[in-house]
């Protein structure tokens, strides 16, 4: 079973990937139909590209962007076939295996699996394609957090329990997937050259900006490359940079905080690694913005993001274990 979960993760992580790749080439309506391809389980092709055309004359066929979006699909179709599979070996050895998780990770990825059909059929609607990449997020880590459980299952507990920084350590998952969650925000909305300048926008931004329009939904019939105007786009954006500033100032505490847990057997390992991983998300995110979102660290944006959050969940789990904390 931990075999199975490890390659659950690494197809989770592929998934999140293959799911930025597809949002950033502008392929989320690749395919204009849900769970095939303009009616086929493949890409059409040859003679059948014409009767497609015919059948969806606002979508012609667009090879590229079909298969970015149907490798995704395929993907995420298999991730959730071996959810499945572990929830059914948990329920069979549900003596010796944790069962809710697995069981409520079925309910996840079905609820995912909805949300990207409702990104297709609503048009790229911002909060579906938003709630949709923490979908991602959230199967993801709780893979991690189910893998972890499994490793130190029947491990012993520490004999006296301890006074860890774990409500910190929550407080900044929070705000991490927080940001992740404006993150998701400003790119569902094409918004993430809103602004080329750096630190802050070019011009006069201050006055340009509108919190309630840039978090609102406006009326459009299709959502593709943002129905927002520039003020609100821009909004966003400087929204998702601010974020960034605090979660990294919040972690690097953190990090210090964990530093100086002398009883967690793993503070330098997981102070270093918080860092580091953190450091280098700020360096892609400005990358971003100073060479115009080039797509290869845009994905690379989204791959350190799930990677930061993994940090998190196992700082968060180790401390709450150290804190004699159950997880049955």
């Given at each position: 079973?931990?075999?199975l979960v490890?390659?659950?993760?690494?197809?989770a992580?592929?998934?999140?990937?293959?799911?930025?790749y597809?949002?950033?080439?502008d392929a989320?309506?690749?395919?204009?139909?849900?769970p095939?391809?303009?009616?086929?389980?493949?890409?059409?092709k040859?003679?059948h590209?014409?009767?497609?055309n015919q059948?969806?004359?606002?979508?012609?066929v667009?090879a590229?962007?079909a298969?970015?979006?149907?490798?995704?699909?395929?993907f995420?179709g298999?991730?959730g076939?071996?959810?499945?599979?572990?929830?059914?070996?948990?329920?069979?050895?549900?003596q010796?295996?944790p069962?809710k998780?697995?069981l409520f990770?079925?309910?996840?990825?079905i609820?995912?699996?909805?949300?990207?059909m409702?990104?297709?059929?609503?048009?790229?609607?911002p909060?579906?394609?938003?709630?949709?990449?923490?979908?991602?997020?959230?199967?993801?880590s709780?893979?991690?957090?189910?893998?972890?459980r499994?490793?130190?299952?029947?491990?012993?507990?520490?004999?006296?329990?301890?006074k860890?920084?774990l409500?910190?350590?929550?407080?900044g998952?929070i705000?991490?997937?927080?940001?992740?969650g404006?993150?998701?925000?400003?790119s569902?909305?094409?918004?993430a050259l809103?602004?080329?300048?750096?630190?802050v926008?070019?011009g006069?931004?201050?006055?340009?900006l509108?919190f309630a329009?840039a978090f609102?939904i406006?009326?459009a019939?299709?959502?593709?490359?943002g129905?927002h105007?520039?003020?609100?786009?821009?909004?966003?954006h400087?929204v998702h940079r601010?974020?960034?500033l605090?979660?990294?100032?919040?972690?690097?505490?953190?990090?210090l905080k964990?530093?100086?847990?002398?009883q967690?057997q793993?503070r330098?390992q997981a102070?270093?690694?918080?860092?580091t991983?953190?450091?280098?998300?700020?360096a892609?995110?400005v990358?971003n913005?100073v060479?115009?979102?080039?797509l290869?660290?845009?994905v690379?944006?989204n791959?350190?993001?799930?990677?930061l959050?993994?940090v998190?969940?196992?700082i968060?789990?180790?401390?709450?274990?150290?804190?004699g904390g159950?997880?049955e």
């Amino acid at each position: 079973m931990k075999k199975l979960v490890t390659f659950s993760i690494f197809l989770a992580f592929v998934v999140i990937i293959l799911g930025a790749y597809t949002r950033l080439t502008d392929a989320g309506l690749g395919c204009p139909d849900w769970p095939g391809c303009y009616g086929h389980l493949t890409v059409p092709k040859g003679e059948h590209v014409e009767a497609a055309n015919q059948a969806f004359p606002e979508r012609p066929v667009e090879a590229h962007k079909a298969w970015n979006e149907m490798i995704h699909r395929y993907f995420a179709g298999t991730l959730g076939l071996v959810i499945v599979a572990i929830a059914a070996i948990a329920i069979r050895q549900r003596q010796i295996r944790p069962v809710k998780l697995p069981l409520f990770l079925v309910g996840l990825v079905i609820f995912q699996a909805a949300l990207g059909m409702w990104t297709v059929t609503l048009n790229l609607l911002p909060a579906v394609v938003m709630a949709h990449l923490l979908g991602g997020f959230a199967v993801l880590s709780c893979l991690f957090l189910l893998l972890m459980r499994l490793r130190y299952a029947g491990c012993a507990r520490p004999v006296e329990t301890m006074k860890t920084p774990l409500t910190a350590a929550v407080i900044g998952l929070i705000i991490l997937i927080s940001q992740i969650g404006l993150g998701g925000w400003t790119s569902a909305n094409y918004a993430a050259l809103a602004c080329t300048d750096f630190p802050v926008c070019e011009g006069e931004w201050a006055q340009r900006l509108d919190f309630a329009g840039a978090f609102s939904i406006p009326p459009a019939e299709n959502y593709e490359f943002g129905a927002h105007d520039y003020g609100e786009r821009m909004t966003m954006h400087v929204v998702h940079r601010f974020g960034a500033l605090v979660t990294f100032i919040y972690l690097l505490w953190l990090a210090l905080k964990v530093t100086k847990l002398k009883q967690f057997q793993f503070r330098r390992q997981a102070a270093m690694l918080l860092v580091t991983v953190l450091a280098v998300q700020v360096a892609l995110g400005v990358s971003n913005i100073v060479f115009s979102l080039p797509l290869a660290v845009a994905v690379l944006h989204n791959a350190v993001a799930a990677t930061l959050l993994l940090v998190m969940v196992w700082i968060v789990f180790h401390l709450h274990r150290l804190q004699g904390g159950h997880y049955e």
